[in-house]
């Protein structure tokens, strides 16, 4: 003979009919058979209008983002059929007016005598609790926001940049470039990977030496490895070592670039003139910091920090089928863009300035000084050979003169000129590059593709700086 569970609950109803919480009856078919106060209070629905019916049809049929929520599916009903509890934290219930409220419930199953007679909800409205939740989170986020927007104004302070950078090779003012040493102050602290990506000649291997520099790992080496300086088959025995009679050639063991670069850092630098078995047995390393010898059986562990850097479009390398996505993903974690010097051509006097202090040095020269005529014919130039280019320029003058200021006297094809900025004030330069990026990205600031992307800022950096520069879409 079936139980009646409203018989069973009543001896407890008025402690229920007290309690905050809303409380659901079930019986053993699902239907209502109590509802407390404080439920009606919640829902808008009063208990005669729900008692003896399916619950779930009046305030519990659809999903927060209006999807059906069929009542085969209701945790509150599957309780009832398998007899297991449930706490649910991500649903809502609606209200007899329409609107809805996000719940926490328990869905708990009532024995007796060990059999299932039905089942007890009970639920809290937790939206004050939620608020309170996206208050907070939009005070840490404005928190966040004021402490990138000082961070980013402060990295353009020229004296900090000079006195932070100085002797490092990396100089310059350009908006883009202090950009860039941003990222690498950021993620030079940490161990995770890093890819450069940069045309010929802007100084990769700079950027990999600062980043070893002022990591943890100073102190330990820097291991360099020219990817297309190998064969495929000289380059794994280069990474991974080999043992003795491994193959024709090899009379003693020998350690590879991994093992010595263990505790430090590794650099591959023309990452993109891998092989494709190369590419798979440097993917196991970057998965599992372990490899063996070539010829050889024992695993050898080791602790190291990846740099990568290629001149090569690398995500169009993979949809040719060239390079390994996965591998691609592994070394693409945190990637730094080395501006071409046509992209900073308002840093070429004080590149002018440090290249020809070193020159002076290893020359015996004393160049005091570069004209104005020549800075101007320097800038005009499109630089397809970059800051090398322009080292061998320089180098090649400071060889004729015998004066203390520099004249450039060689001839450049003027066909790709840029425009000359280094007269104008850096505000300047820094709003023209802005409008120019946003241009090409239709003015889309966050995303893959967005601004904010390509200038190496976080999105809430880059809307600061278009506020204060008064940069608006025309």
């Known amino acids: 003979m ?12 008025l402690l229920l009919n007290a309690v905050g919480e809303g409380v659901y009856g079930f019986d053993r078919d699902g239907n209502a058979v109590f509802v407390n106060p404080a439920s009606e209070q919640m829902t808008g629905w009063k208990s005669e209008e729900l008692l003896g019916k399916n619950i779930h049809k009046y305030h519990h049929h659809t999903h927060a983002n209006g999807e059906h929520y069929p009542s085969e599916e209701c945790n509150i009903y599957n309780t009832m059929r398998d007899g297991v509890e449930r706490k649910i934290t991500d649903e809502v219930f609606w209200r007899k007016d329409g609107t809805s409220f996000p719940v926490e419930y328990t869905s708990t199953p009532v024995f007796k005598n060990g059999e299932l007679i039905g089942a007890v909800a009970v639920f809290r409205d937790v939206s004050q609790q939620r608020l309170a939740d996206s208050n907070l989170r939009a005070a840490l986020k404005k928190v966040q926001d004021l402490t990138e927007k000082l961070q980013a104004e402060n990295s353009y302070l020229q004296e900090e940049i000079n006195e932070n950078w100085h002797g490092s090779g990396l100089e310059g003012n350009s908006p883009k470039f202090l950009a860039m040493l941003q990222q690498i102050k950021l993620v030079a602290q940490t161990d995770s990977t890093v890819l450069i990506l940069g045309e010929n000649g802007t100084g990769k291997e700079l950027v990999a030496r600062n980043l070893h520099q002022l990591s943890q790992r100073h102190n330990t080496p820097l291991v360099k490895v020219n990817c297309a300086a190998f064969s495929s088959n000289l380059l794994e025995s280069e990474l991974f070592g080999h043992e003795k009679g491994a193959f024709t050639g090899a009379s003693e063991k020998r350690r590879g670039r991994f093992e010595l ?8 630098d023309e990452i993109g003139e891998l ?63 080395m501006p071409s010097l046509r992209e900073r051509i308002e840093d070429i006097p004080l590149l002018c300035h440090s290249i020809l202090a070193q020159l002076n040095s290893k020359l015996n020269k004393e160049i005091k000084s570069i004209s104005k005529h020549s800075l101007n014919k320097l ?41 000359r900025t280094f007269k104008k004030p850096l505000a300047d330069i820094e709003k023209a590059y802005i409008v120019e990026v946003l241009n090409e990205c239709n003015w889309r600031i966050g995303g893959k593709n967005g601004a904010a992307k390509i200038l190496g800022l976080p999105d809430s950096t880059l809307r600061s700086r278009m506020i204060k520069l008064k940069i608006q879409r025309s």
């Open 275 to 337: 092989s494709p078995d190369a590419q798979s047995k440097l993917l196991r390393v970057l998965q599992e910091r372990e490899f063996e010898r070539v010829g050889g059986s024992k695993t050898i562990k080791v602790d190291i920090r990846i740099i990568a850097a290629t001149n090569q479009n690398l995500l169009a390398m993979v949809e040719e089928g060239k390079f390994r996505m996965d591998l691609y993903y592994r070394l693409n974690v945190f990637p730094i863009i």
């Open 2 to 13: 079936p139980v009646n569970i409203k018989e069973f609950l009543a001896d407890s109803q």
């Open 261 to 268: 670069a263990d505790k430090g850092t590794l650099f591959l």
């Open 379 to 419: 800038a005009s130039y499109h630089w397809p050979g970059n800051i090398r280019e322009l080292q061998n320029i320089l180098e090649r003058e400071v060889i004729l003169t015998t004066s203390t200021t520099l004249h450039i006297q060689q001839k450049f094809d003027k066909s790709q000129s840029v425009v």
